[in-house]
């Protein structure tokens, strides 16, 4: 048995252990709940804006972390004629999550809001895990010479709307403040869970704002450089949030932003790795020539 397989089976089974103990034994999960508010209490602690966000999404940044890597663990578990598709082991992730987020919240005193909770935060974790699985599984493809041209006048502007975003003078949603509020009390009323306030929605936001940076990073350098968008996310990041402390006096520089910052841009370099594969493939499909080597496996996939 190849030792990936031995690992990933492993852990797998540690997984299913620990599902089990929390099902049939509450105490445990309760304990293990209030281990972690007491971690999150030390890390705030700390100051400088960490973890300032609400309670609650915290909590279920947390379940998307653990179940990020399930889709890629279920996959290498399996090898041989036991090798598991790609979307077969993102559903069978996903099912498990649902599994486990059902029996925690029939334990808890608000079943309906536990379960919507782990079930949004687990759907998230599964289509990240999707996305590592992906470029796990991608080989090595370099950029073309346009697609390099194209990634590096796109990083051009997006840089500029970086800086512009970061070293304005005041907070650039500062005006659409009551706006924002007005819309998220009309989503807490349909549905969505109270602890996406408006803390929770900057720093999803934060996130999203540096998914290009990452992306772009990889499709100007190729799949080998995925470290490198994902680097460019937190150099970047924490120069903008260093220059508002120094420099801008209305602005609060956050540990939070450049944690929100850094994943943004880690995401990204695993979108770019997976779109520079599927080129790859489309190229390797359509030649024809003699003598085509087949490409090597990516530095992210090892």
């Given at each position: 048995m190849p030792r990936r397989t031995a690992i990933a089976r492993f852990v797998l089974g540690c997984a299913v252990l620990l599902a089990v103990v929390v099902a049939t034994l509450p105490g445990v999960a309760?304990?293990?709940?209030?281990?972690?508010?007491?971690?999150?209490?030390?890390?705030?602690?700390?100051?400088h804006g960490l973890l300032s966000v609400e309670d609650g999404f915290?909590?279920?940044?947390?379940?998307?972390?653990?179940?990020?890597?399930?889709?890629?663990?279920?996959?290498?578990?399996?090898?041989?004629?036991?090798?598991?598709?790609?979307?077969?082991?993102?559903?069978?992730?996903?099912?498990?999550?649902v599994v486990v987020v059902s029996i925690r919240a029939a334990q808890g005193t608000t079943p309906g809001p536990t379960w919507v909770s782990g079930v949004l935060?687990?759907?998230?974790?599964?289509?990240?895990?999707?996305?590592?699985?992906a470029a796990l599984r991608t080989r090595a493809v370099a950029p073309t010479p346009r697609s390099r041209r194209l990634a590096t006048t796109l990083l051009a502007?997006?840089?500029?709307?970086?800086?512009?975003?970061?070293?304005w003078g005041s907070p650039v949603d500062a005006g659409a403040h009551p706006g924002i509020l007005r819309v998220l009390d009309l989503a807490h009323r349909a549905g969505l869970p109270l602890w996406?306030?408006?803390?929770?929605?900057?720093?999803?936001?934060?996130?999203?704002?540096?998914?290009?940076?990452?992306l772009l990073v990889v499709?100007?350098?190729?799949?080998?450089?995925?470290?490198?968008?994902?680097?460019?996310?937190?150099?970047?990041?924490?120069?903008?949030?260093?220059?508002?402390a120094l420099f801008l006096p209305a602005r609060f520089a956050s540990l939070d932003d450049v944690l929100a910052n850094t994943s943004g841009a880690v995401i990204g370099a695993m979108a770019g790795v997976v779109l520079l594969g599927l080129r790859g493939r489309r190229t390797t499909a359509g030649t024809t020539a003699p003598g085509t080597t087949k490409p090597r496996r990516s530095a992210a996939g090892r």
């Open positions: 309760s304990g293990a709940v209030e281990l972690f508010r007491a971690g999150v209490a030390a890390l705030r602690g700390v100051g915290v909590t279920a940044a947390a379940v998307t972390l653990v179940v990020v890597p399930l889709p890629a663990l279920v996959a290498a578990a399996g090898r041989g004629a036991a090798a598991v598709a790609g979307w077969r082991a993102s559903v069978w992730a996903a099912v498990a999550c935060a687990s759907a998230v974790g599964v289509l990240l895990g999707c996305l590592l699985l502007l997006y840089g500029i709307g970086v800086l512009l975003v970061g070293f996406f306030g408006y803390g929770a929605l900057e720093f999803t936001a934060n996130v999203l704002f540096f998914v290009p940076l990452g499709l100007r350098l190729g799949t080998r450089a995925w470290w490198a968008g994902a680097a460019a996310g937190l150099v970047v990041s924490a120069a903008i949030e260093v220059g508002q």
